[in-house]
T-cell receptor
Framework: GAVVSQHPSWVICKSGTSVKIECRSLDFQATTMFWYRQFPKQSLMLMATSNEGSKATYEQGVEKDKFLINHASLTLSTLTVTSAHPEDSSFYIC??????????????FGSGTRLTVV | SQQGEEDPQALSIQEGENATMNCSYKTSINNLQWYRQNSGRGLVHLILIRSNEREKHSGRLRVTLDTSKKSSSLLITASRAADTASYFCATDPDTGANSKLTFGKGITLSVRP
């Protein structure tokens, strides 16, 4: 089955530093990946759509200069939280599907990254 | 904006009982998907029902869709303690290309052994 690997699972960083989160599709190619943010006991909030070979599409209210997304290959998308602040502490999750499969078989999610900024 | 709205928001049942969760949405959809999330983990896709389908089964899961009422229900039969998790419905508006899902707020299911 489709597998998406997300690393790291958790990270603690100091305010002002940057953190990179990786999302890899292991057994399929993904032209599109999605990045979500989830606060405790809340739903997933879509942050951006990552498009292979082109710029990401950000949702309204999401700072593109703060949350840098790079989708350099068909199997890897990265989310970099720049100049992190404590309010950026959250659970970040990526998802992907093979081209055209999301609406047929659903999406595969990474295991998530718990970011704590101190 | 929140597309899917699940109810109840929390459900506690005894092992062996059935669990029914409902989801309502507001705009037209191509399909509706249900996901499970264990605490602190990513989401796992459970089942997808297309807009032209009314009912679908997968193992102990049964999902229904009523597009006239813009609602869906997920039934888990003979629940187990391992079914304890949060459940989300998500609506997919588009055909073909991978499109953005909109998630509901989620239902927390607790199954008591």
């Amino acid at each position: 089955g489709a597998v998406v690997s997300q690393h790291p699972s958790w990270v603690i960083c100091k305010s002002g530093t940057s953190v990179k989160i990786e999302c890899r599709s292991l057994d399929f190619q993904a032209t599109t990946m999605f990045w979500y943010r989830q606060f405790p006991k809340q739903s997933l909030m879509l942050m951006a759509t990552s498009n292979e070979g082109s710029k990401a599409t950000y949702e309204q209210g999401v700072e593109k200069d703060k949350f840098l997304i790079n989708h350099a290959s068909l199997t890897l998308s990265t989310l970099t939280v720049t100049s992190a602040h404590p309010e950026d502490s959250s659970f970040y999750i990526c998802s992907a599907a093979a081209p055209g499969q999301g609406g047929w078989r659903g999406y595969t999610f990474g295991s998530g990254t718990r970011l704590t900024v101190v | 904006s929140q597309q899917g709205e699940e109810d109840p928001q929390a459900l506690s049942i005894q092992e062996g009982e059935n669990a029914t969760m409902n989801c309502s949405y507001k705009t037209s959809i191509n399909n509706l998907q249900w996901y499970r999330q264990n605490s602190g983990r990513g989401l796992v896709h459970l089942i997808l029902i297309r807009s032209n389908e009314r009912e679908k089964h997968s193992g102990r899961l049964r999902v229904t869709l009523d597009t006239s009422k813009k609602s869906s229900s997920l039934l888990i039969t003979a629940s187990r303690a391992a079914d304890t998790a949060s459940y989300f419905c998500a609506t997919d508006p588009d055909t073909g290309a991978n499109s953005k899902l909109t998630f509901g707020k989620g239902i927390t299911l607790s199954v008591r052994p």
